[in-house]
């Protein structure tokens, strides 16, 4: 079946470090792949997204891209703020049509001053 | 436009009672989905539905859960009898064909 894995937190950064939270997947086909964040108290907000192989999702400084090659999709900042703390969960789904999301255990990330 | 929304944000409740969760998803989706993250694991997916029809439900742990969409709008998760286990936090997802989920903000589940 289809799995995710993600680093194990927490990733303690000072602001302006540059981020890496590795994303590794098993699935059957091709799927979506995509990374949600929840900042305190809120709910979880679609991060980014990449649909087939090379693609690069991209969204307030983060990117990740899709490489089927190594079934990853880690996600990359060059220079954290103390406003990304966060959860950010690492998922993938079927492509195409509507489906459930499988996700990993999620990764906390603490950014200092 | 308002996102999806649950209600209520935070239960506790004793091991035996009956806890109902709500989840009212985005205006016009016809797919919602439940999910249940316990402490410190991944999220794991519980059902999907397509308007009022259940799709998938599959990773519906076990018989003491019931969910329902009547009408195709809002849904319900009940949980009857609660066990220690069943504590958790609670998300409800909706998305239109085609488009990625909108999360609600997550029912915390505490059972005593």
């Known amino acids: 079946g289809n799995s995710v894995t993600q680093m194990e937190g927490p990733v303690t950064l000072s602001e302006e470090a540059f981020l890496t939270i590795n994303c590794t997947y098993t699935?059957?086909?091709?799927?979506?792949l995509f990374w949600y964040v929840q900042y305190p108290g809120e709910g979880l907000q679609l991060l980014l997204k990449?649909?087939?192989?090379?693609d690069k999702g991209s969204n307030k400084g983060f990117e990740a891209t899709y490489r089927k090659e190594t079934t990853s999709f880690h996600l990359e900042k060059g220079s954290v703020q103390v406003s990304d703390s966060a959860v950010y969960f690492c998922?993938?789904?079927?492509?195409?049509?509507?489906?459930?999301?499988?996700f990993g255990t999620g990764t906390r990330l603490q950014v200092t001053l | 436009e308002a996102g999806v929304t649950q209600f209520p944000s935070h239960s506790v409740i004793e091991k035996g009672q009956t806890v109902t969760l709500r989840c009212d998803p985005i205006?016009?989706?016809?797919?919602l989905y439940w999910y249940r993250r316990v402490m410190g694991k991944e999220i794991k997916f519980l059902l999907h539905f397509v308007k009022e029809s259940k799709q998938d439900e599959s990773g519906m742990p076990n018989n003491r859960f019931l969910a329902e969409r009547t009408g195709g709008t809002y849904s319900t998760l009940k949980v009857q009898p609660a066990e220690l286990e069943d504590s958790g936090v609670y998300f409800c997802a909706s998305s239109q064909r085609g488009t990625s989920s909108f999360f609600g903000p997550g029912t915390r589940l505490t059972v005593l």
């Open positions: 998922a993938l789904s079927r492509t195409g049509t509507a489906s459930k999301l499988t």
């Open positions: 205006s016009g989706h016809d797919n």
């Open positions: 699935a059957t086909g091709y799927p979506s």
């Open positions: 990449a649909t087939k192989a090379d």
